[in-house]
């Protein structure tokens, strides 16, 4: 536990504590929009606005939903990319003291007609190209305003044309007509409030008010709505910059990450908002624009998965590519492997860079990342060191005892980031956020991990992926790391498949760096590479090779697509 915090040694000008106000998340980057008045708040494709615009803006659109009757309490889906209407939407929300519902805006249909209506949304923003498949299904839902906006309508100059004719010009824009209205139109609304001076939009939440709903699988699998408060996005943003020793007024942050996920949310805009640093709004990533993004922005702080760094070292045509401007990289969302940080670390290094990837652990249950690698110092294969007034024990899985130092269990978590519970599920809540002797409330991750004597903490895996073969405990993280060690495999995905006698054998799908084929020499340096560092009882049985591997929508790979499609190829050959 935190409690003697021995790690506290390993943080630069770090404090161990902090100080939270009892506010709206809206409230603190009003605040920063006060102190950063002339300050660039974002960055779209070119197409600047200060903080002062920013602010402006947030409360026009928040006259313009209380102007069609959304208030206190009411929930309204963003179901958006990152856009500069996304953002102000989500603080322009929380503002009237209503609750952002972030949903992805790929999702199909029924999954979008189930956010809708678990939330009890009465509103929904999207983009045109989204439009038609929520239109179809709104009768489903209680919203009762389908509110429409385009990628043009954030750009400037010659670019909002451009746009039209080119990637827009087969987006057709649905009719605004009865529960339709465009945002523009919403903004519009406001205006006659803006001289009304008995017109109030601030509705004074607290910090214990429910402000976003994100969702997550959950520690049982099935899909639920994480209900986060203020007070969470709040501290965890001043955590992030307070741990990650970083953050500074007018800095680029690369908002690459998506706004329905937490580290997108809570760190790329968040954090950077209520501290006065530039988000460069990236609404779609490609490999191909990545280099361009880099070279155009100069960020100053990268947060992102291991597949976006994976895709740095893939980038072609850079080596006059100059990272010197550098001040934080950060890493989170999957495991970033030992040779995957080396080799990124390398790349910084090559392009000028003083700083090391920083690997970050959490959930979205707690925003995000709740603990960091430090940034001077590293610890092989250790996910870093609690944030700020962030407790972290490990337990035997299934109890609340405590396991010794060195010891494999359950990681769990206490602090100020803890979510208030999922959305309309008690019994979920119950098993997941418990109360131990200790007073104190725990989140359960369902992950495995231990700590070490430093307070050091190192994540092994989801509990319920561990695989069990011939009464052995097999750790597929462990396997895909000593796998992508190997000079040649670019990723790989370890899985159980059935066996009728070890109950589980050991598959491994691999996908090898571009340009290498899998030949039978290839082939059999992998397996040669697997018998020198896996023990038998661990080692595959097959090796599958892929060109690539079934992501997540937020690109992590998805052992559990795989798992269904070997478990439906067997059920066909039986």
């Given at each position: 536990m935190r409690q003697d915090a021995p790690w506290l040694n390993f943080y630069d000008n770090v404090p161990h504590s902090l100080t939270y106000p009892d506010c709206s998340a809206a409230n603190l980057m009003l605040e920063a929009a006060e102190k950063f008045t002339n300050i660039v708040a974002y960055d779209f494709f070119?197409?600047?606005?200060?903080?002062?615009?920013?602010?402006?803006?947030?409360?026009?659109?928040?006259?313009?939903?209380?102007?069609?009757?959304?208030?206190?309490?009411?929930?309204?889906t963003i179901c958006m990319p990152n856009t500069p209407q996304a953002v102000v939407m989500f603080y322009a929300l929380n503002l009237i003291g209503a609750v952002a519902n972030m949903v992805h805006p790929l999702s199909a249909p029924e999954e979008?007609?189930?956010?809708?209506?678990?939330?009890?949304?009465?509103?929904?923003?999207?983009?045109?190209?989204?439009?038609?498949?929520?239109?179809?299904?709104?009768?489903?839902?209680e919203c009762k305003h389908l509110i429409l906006a385009g990628i043009e309508d954030g750009l400037h100059g010659l670019k909002k044309p451009l746009y039209k004719l080119t990637k827009g010009r087969n987006i057709n824009r649905l009719p605004t007509r009865g529960e339709v209205i465009r945002y523009s139109d919403l903004l519009a609304l406001a205006e006659p409030q803006v001289r009304d001076a008995t017109f109030t939009v601030d509705a004074k939440t607290d910090g214990e008010a429910v402000a976003a709903i994100m969702y997550s699988g959950g520690t049982s699998g099935a899909s639920k709505g994480i209900l986060l408060t203020n007070r969470n996005l709040n501290a965890l943003a001043m955590q992030t910059k307070a741990a990650g020793d970083c953050i500074i007024p007018g800095h680029k942050m690369l908002a690459i990450m998506p706004l329905f996920h937490g580290f997108g949310l809570g760190v790329c805009v968040h954090t950077a908002l209520i501290h006065g640093a530039t988000c460069v709004l990236v609404p779609q990533f490609s490999i191909?624009?990545?280099?361009?993004?880099?070279?155009?922005?100069?960020?100053?702080?990268?947060?992102?998965?291991?597949?976006?760094?994976?895709?740095?070292l893939r980038?072609?045509?850079?080596?006059?590519?100059?990272?010197?401007?550098?001040?934080?990289?950060?890493?989170?969302?999957?495991?970033?492997?030992?040779?995957?940080?080396?080799?990124?670390?390398?790349?910084?290094k090559d392009h000028g860079s003083k700083e090391q990837i920083r690997e970050g652990f959490g959930m979205t249950e707690c925003v995000t990342a709740s603990c960091l690698t430090p940034r001077t110092f590293y610890k092989e294969g250790s996910i870093g060191i609690p944030y700020p007034d962030m407790y972290f024990k490990i337990v035997h899985p299934g109890s609340q005892e405590t396991v010794p130092y060195g010891e494999d269990g359950e990681i769990v978590i206490s602090g100020p980031t803890v979510m208030k519970g999922y959305d309309g599920d008690d019994d979920e809540t119950a098993k997941t956020l418990q109360i131990h002797p200790d007073g104190r409330i725990w989140l359960h991750t369902g992950d495995l991990g231990r700590m070490d004597e430093d307070g050091f903490v190192y994540f092994?895996?989801?509990?319920?992926?561990?695989?069990?073969?011939?009464?052995?405990?097999?750790?597929?993280?462990?396997?895909?790391?000593?796998?992508?060690?190997?000079?040649?495999v670019h990723i790989s995905c370890i899985i159980g498949v059935p066996d009728d006698y070890k109950m589980q054998s050991i598959k491994a799908f691999i996908v090898l760096r571009d340009e290498i084929d899998a030949t039978d020499e290839i082939k059999a340096s992998i397996i040669e590479h697997c018998c020198r560092n896996i023990a038998k009882y661990a080692m595959p049985r097959e090796f599958e090779y892929r060109t690539e591997l079934p992501r997540t929508m937020i690109g992590k790979v998805s052992y559990l697509e795989l798992e269904q499609e070997e478990l439906a190829k067997r059920n066909v050959s039986e």
């Open positions: 070119g197409a600047r606005k200060t903080y002062r615009e920013l602010a402006d803006e947030t409360r026009l659109c928040a006259r313009g939903l209380k102007a069609i009757g959304i208030g206190a309490g009411d929930r309204v979008l007609v189930r956010y809708m209506s678990k939330s009890r949304s009465v509103a929904v923003l999207t983009l045109d190209q989204f439009a038609p498949k929520l239109a179809e299904v709104l009768h489903r839902t191909e624009t990545y280099a361009k993004l880099l070279k155009k922005y100069k960020p100053h702080y990268i947060p992102g998965v291991p597949t976006l760094f994976e895709a740095l980038l072609q045509n850079i080596d006059n590519l100059d990272l010197s401007q550098l001040e934080g990289v950060f890493c989170g969302g999957d495991t970033l492997t030992v040779d995957l940080k080396q080799r990124v670390d390398k790349f910084l092994r895996q989801r509990i319920k992926r561990m695989i069990i073969s011939s009464g052995y405990n097999i750790y597929p993280s462990e396997l895909e790391n000593i796998l992508e060690q190997h000079e040649y």
